[in-house]
């Protein structure tokens, strides 16, 4: 113990007073006045993927259940990339117990429905079948929506190939009170408008979140070791545990190491600007309109099919990988990036957390504390402007 606390006192502290002041400052601002509970009234959401599996291990390769709904209009139960890869989500709520009740709901009412079949709780992936094309792309049905969604998917395939794409995480939606912003904002006498303001401070929870995110990696990521078949011969530096298992020692999140989900070279360019939200957008929309030779070398058709929406950069805005996105409810129809720009930033999307397998819904209530401390901080505290050098360094993301 005294080893250890000696280390910890010698190591550099990187937190300015400055920083730390302002944090506090707001802090103080928010928790002395009358509107003091707004902090409690923000809306906590979770978003969580898992595979399903025999109870062998072995990837379900038979369509999504029936009982489960519509996977292309159930608001609760859908399937993300493979028809084996189910998500379930919550609605947003005030208090994460209740987020988590709801969850665990959820859990009960598939499992009910799934037959001899079981729910893989580890983000990578158990025993998938020896080929790339053995894994099955999710089935949206024949109307024009369900069809694009399965092109889209098609072009994921071909872009990153089937075997990346069954990585299952948790995605955690949080957002702060409007009045919280509308504090800051007649305390600051901010000149912005709401709307403007609002956005400009997620946007600075986001640039704190992307300087300290590995954080979350070193204390939740729970995917030190994956099955041997996933790498499909590609080569890599891991230790061999068993005839089946590779790992890496002291590892804590593979799923976001260059094994897991991580940019590819296409991506890899697009410098996502976070320091404004015209920026970030204007960034985006260059990425979904922009061809990309490899991509123009696939082609949109084979043999008269779709294989790809289109040859750019990004097919559609939910293809850019990214730890952490900003969000906003979009009206039916409507494009993401529509939204954030007619209406700003409505709340965050957290998207590096590994599914923890010590717990039945993959996260415990004490992580979801702590992400909501972690990013009340990101939020409050200052944010200094990002270096581009630093944003291209940051290229290993979650899935979409």
């Not at 902090?39 to 959401?45: A, D, I």
């Not at 599996?53 to 159930?74: D, I, K, M, N």
């Not at 990346?164 to 305390?187: P, T």
Request: glycine share 6%; proline share 5%; hydrophobic share 35%.
């Amino acid at each position: 113990m005294a080893a250890d606390n000696a280390r910890l006192a010698s190591m550099p502290n990187t937190t300015s007073s400055r920083t730390t002041d302002a944090f506090l400052h707001r802090l103080s601002v928010l928790t002395s006045g009358p509107q003091r509970d707004a902090l409690l009234r923000g809306l906590r959401g979770i978003e969580r993927e898992s595979l399903r599996v025999t109870h062998e291990g072995q990837l379900a390769l038979t369509p999504h259940p029936r009982a489960l709904g519509s996977a292309l209009t159930h608001p609760s139960l859908t399937t993300d990339y493979s028809e084996a890869l189910i998500e379930l989500i919550t609605p947003a709520e005030h208090d994460v117990a209740l987020t988590l009740e709801k969850l665990d709901t959820l859990h009960r009412f598939v499992y009910a429905n799934l037959g001899d079949e079981i729910l893989w709780n580890n983000s990578m992936p158990g025993l998938l079948p020896d080929t790339d094309e053995g894994i099955p792309i999710a089935d949206y049905g024949s109307s024009n929506i369900g069809k694009l969604k399965y092109v889209y998917r098609i072009g994921l395939a071909l872009r990153y190939g089937r075997t990346m794409q069954c990585i299952a995480g948790i995605h955690y939606n949080y957002s702060l009170n409007e009045e919280v912003w509308r504090l800051l904002h007649a305390e600051q006498q901010s000149t912005a408008n709401a709307v403007d303001f609002q956005s400009d401070r997620y946007l600075a929870l986001i640039r704190n979140f992307r300087r300290t995110n590995w954080l979350l990696m070193y204390l939740f990521g729970a995917s030190p070791a994956l099955d041997r078949r996933f790498l499909r011969e590609r080569k890599h530096t891991l230790e061999t545990f068993d005839a089946d298992t590779l790992y890496r020692p002291y590892a804590t999140s593979l799923r976001m190491s260059d094994l897991g989900y991580s940019n590819t070279t296409a991506q890899a360019a697009l410098h996502a600007d976070y320091d404004t939200l015209p920026g970030y957008l204007d960034a985006l929309a260059k990425a979904v309109s922009q061809p990309y030779p490899a991509y123009e070398a696939i082609g949109t058709q084979r043999d008269g099919e779709w294989v790809q929406i289109n040859t750019n950069v990004l097919q559609i805005e939910n293809e850019f990988y990214s730890t952490i996105r900003p969000k906003r409810v979009t009206y039916p129809g409507e494009r993401p990036l529509h939204a954030l720009a007619a209406r700003g930033v409505q709340y965050v999307e957290v998207r590096c957390m590994d599914i923890d397998p010590f717990e039945p819904v993959g996260i415990s209530l004490e992580t979801s504390r702590f992400l909501d401390a972690y990013l009340l901080v990101c939020a409050l505290d200052d944010a200094r402007r990002c270096r581009r050098p630093r944003i291209a360094r940051r290229t290993r993301t979650s899935r979409a």
